[in-house]
């Protein structure tokens, strides 16, 4: 821009023209068009980039390259993908969760019948995971990184948005992160749980099991007496049983899902009102 004006200067010296003249004449449609996109406040607006630049760590070999399929065994692919010591040491805490959701394994887990025990695994083994886990502040950039995600992400299936919600759900579930968390963490983290619940009801994507079972856990820990009676008339405190369509009595935990739902709303309702 400086190099712009500069030569816009030496040309308005030659002709002796008026500077302040010609800029304004130049960026004049510019400002309009700016002005127009702040006033505008439809939900078609385009929202404003962070400048703020990310230290996530760049894995040097992610699946579906050359590479990747021109290497060896998978625990050789494994070793390469491991976070180096020193990066760990000096990398943000926003920029390690970036990190461990790119992590070329980390959708492996659902491969499995469950993913929970699976993604325990991975935080046990892995430096990144490891690293994570030792980080006080891990639970609530999670969750300022699960808000990141709204309808124009979910909407659009080519892109791995619904993957990384599943994803942050998962690691949220684990106790080593979620015990961490203030009360007010969790509220703020249940307020968003809801809202993506019915974002993806609108655009037709099935609720996350991982989504409900935090909505459980917040209001168990808070001692929601409402959820608490609700879990005593189906008899089960495990609330995994509500995942499998197998199960026989899979209809009756369809009504329970309902019901969790319209708790949940109630129960962020009343804590607003406090």
């Not at 390469?80 to 020193?86: A, M, N, Q, W, Y």
């Not at 969790?186 to 968003?192: M, P, T």
């Amino acid at each position: 821009m400086q190099i712009i004006v500069r030569e816009i200067s030496k040309m308005c010296l030659m002709f002796k023209v008026n500077l302040k003249i010609i800029l304004i004449i130049i960026l004049m449609p510019v400002l309009a068009t700016i002005y127009a996109k702040s006033c505008d406040g439809s939900q078609d607006a385009v929202t404003p980039v962070s400048n703020e630049k990310s230290d996530a760590y760049d894995f040097p070999i992610k699946p579906g390259t050359k590479e990747w399929n021109e290497s060896g065994s998978i625990s050789e692919l494994k070793k390469v993908t491991e976070i180096p010591d020193h990066v760990l040491k000096d990398i943000s805490t926003k920029g390690l969760v970036e990190t461990v959701l790119n992590y070329p394994f980390l959708h492996d887990i659902y491969i499995f019948a469950d993913p929970e025990r699976k993604i325990k695994d991975i935080m046990s083994n892995r430096k990144g995971f490891q690293e994570l886990i030792k980080r006080n502040d891990a639970g609530i950039e999670l969750i300022e990184k699960y808000k990141s995600f709204g309808q124009p992400e979910l909407r659009n299936i080519e892109n791995s948005a619904e993957w990384a919600l599943n994803d942050i759900e998962l690691i949220l579930l684990s106790d080593s992160i979620y015990s961490k968390l203030k009360i007010n963490n969790r509220f703020e983290l249940a307020v968003d749980l809801l809202h993506k619940t019915e974002v993806r009801k609108e655009l037709k994507i099935t609720p996350s099991l991982y989504c409900l079972k935090l909505l459980v856990k917040i209001m168990v820990d808070d001692n929601y007496i409402p959820l608490i009676k609700l879990l005593e008339e189906y008899k089960t405190d495990k609330y995994e049983e509500v995942v499998y369509q197998l199960n026989p009595e899979y209809v009756k935990y369809v009504n329970l899902k309902e019901n969790i739902m319209i708790l949940s709303r109630e129960y962020i309702d009343s804590n607003k009102q406090k």
